[in-house]
C-alpha cells in the first residue's frame, strides 16, 4: 500500500523547489521570502534523498536487489536530460549559430554536466542520487553495509561545516583541498557531502522505524523543529547566510518527519498516487515553465517585480501540462512504492 502522507509532502516539497526558483512575496516582505526559499524550501530536496534513501535501504536489508531501481532512476534522469540538451542547443544556435566546434564543445560541456553537476541547474539531484544508490548497493552487495551510517555521519558533519560554517574550516587545514574552485566544491558537496549522507539517512530510518513509538517520533520532530529553526536564527543573526543548505539540525528534522509520515501514512487521502506524479513531472519541468514565462513576460531575469505572480503562474502553467498529459497518456497503475 503506499503511503499518501509521503505522496502528499513529496508535491509540496516540488512546489517549495519552485519556490526556491522564483522567490515568492520578495515584492512584499524580503524576510518572509527568505525564510520560505533560503530557509524552509531547503528542506525539499534533501526529504527527496531520505524518501528515496528510505525504500532503497527497505529492499536491501530485506535480502532484495535495488539494481533496477538505479535503472530505472537512470532512464529518468536520460530523459529529461535530453529534454533540457535540446533546450539548451536551440539556445545556443540562435545566438552563436552552428559548426563542428560549437557541436563539439557542447557535447563535452554536457557529458561533463551529465555526469558531475547535473544536466541543468535542479538535475544536480540526479547524479547525486545515482551515485548514493549504486554506493548503497555495493556495500550491501560487499556485506560492508555496517559502514555506512558512520561514513555519511562523517561526511554530513564535514558538509555541514563546510556549507554552513566555512569559517570554522580554518581550524581543519585537511579540508582545503574542497575550496580549490567554487565548482569543484559545488560537484563535490552536493554529490559526496550532501547527497550519499542524506540518501543514507533511509538506513537508519528504516532501523529507528522498529524501535520508536508514535509519540516518541512526534516529539523527536518538534524538538527537531525547534532546533533547526534556533539554528536558522542563529545563522541569519550571527553568521549572515545566503541560505539553509546544510544546517547540522536539517538531519534530525528529515530523519523524523520520515519516520512521522511512515506512522501516519494516511490511507483514507484519495490523490497519493496523483501527488507523487505530479510532484516528479513538477520537479523536473518547472524550469521549462520559468523559461516560457520569460519569453511570455519578456523579462530577462527570473528574479524581478511581482515575482509571486510569476511563482504562481508558473505552478499553474505546469500543472496544467501535467494534466493534458495525464488526460490524453494515461499511466497503468501500481500496487507498491
Request: aromatic share 20%.
Amino acid at each position: 500500500m503506499r503511503n499518501k502522507s509521503i505522496d502528499f509532502t513529496r508535491l509540496w516539497g516540488a512546489i517549495l523547489v519552485v519556490a526556491i526558483h522564483t522567490s515568492p512575496l520578495l515584492e512584499i516582505n524580503s524576510d518572509w521570502s527568505f525564510f520560505i526559499t533560503q530557509g524552509i524550501a531547503r528542506i525539499a530536496v534533501p526529504f527527496f534523498f531520505a524518501v528515496s534513501g528510505y525504500y532503497t535501504c527497505k529492499r536491501l536489508s530485506e535480502g532484495k536487489t535495488a539494481w533496477r531501481s538505479v535503472w530505472n532512476i537512470l532512464k529518468i534522469y536520460i530523459f529529461v536530460s535530453m529534454v533540457y540538451f535540446c533546450v539548451e542547443f536551440a539556445h545556443t544556435v540562435r545566438e552563436t549559430g552552428i559548426s563542428i566546434k560549437v557541436i563539439g564543445s557542447m557535447f563535452l560541456r554536457d557529458t561533463y554536466l551529465f555526469f558531475c553537476a547535473g544536466s541543468y541547474f535542479h538535475l544536480w539531484y540526479f547524479p547525486a542520487l545515482l551515485y548514493a544508490m549504486i554506493t548503497v548497493c555495493l556495500l550491501f552487495q560487499w556485506k560492508c553495509q555496517k559502514l555506512i551510517l558512520p561514513l555519511a555521519g562523517v561526511l554530513y558533519i564535514i558538509g555541514a561545516v563546510c556549507v554552513s560554517y566555512p569559517t570554522l574550516t580554518a581550524y581543519f587545514p585537511f579540508l582545503s583541498f574542497l575550496f580549490r574552485s567554487e565548482e569543484f566544491f559545488a560537484v563535490f558537496s552536493r554529490i559526496v557531502l550532501r547527497g550519499f549522507p542524506l540518501f543514507s539517512s533511509g538506513l537508519l530510518i528504516y532501523s529507528l522505524q522498529k524501535w520508536l513509538s508514535k509519540k516518541q517520533i512526534a516529539g523527536f520532530l518538534a524538538f527537531s523543529a525547534v532546533l533547526w529553526l534556533a539554528e536558522y536564527g542563529f545563522m541569519r543573526c550571527f553568521w549572515q547566510k545566503n541560505s539553509m543548505l546544510q544546517p547540522i539540525s536539517l538531519y534530525p528534522l528529515i530523519l523524523f518527519l520520515m519516520l512521522f509520515l511512515l506512522q501516519h501514512p494516511a490511507a483514507s487521502f484519495p490523490a497519493g498516487g496523483y501527488c507523487k506524479t505530479t510532484a516528479s513531472f513538477m520537479y523536473y519541468f518547472h524550469p521549462l515553465g520559468i523559461l516560457f514565462v520569460q519569453r511570455f513576460t519578456e523579462r530577462p531575469t527570473i528574479v524581478f517585480a511581482a515575482v509571486t505572480e510569476i511563482f504562481l503562474l508558473v505552478g499553474c502553467v505546469v500543472y496544467a501540462v501535467d494534466i493534458w498529459i495525464k488526460k490524453h497518456f494515461p499511466k497503468k497503475k501500481k500496487v507498491s512504492n
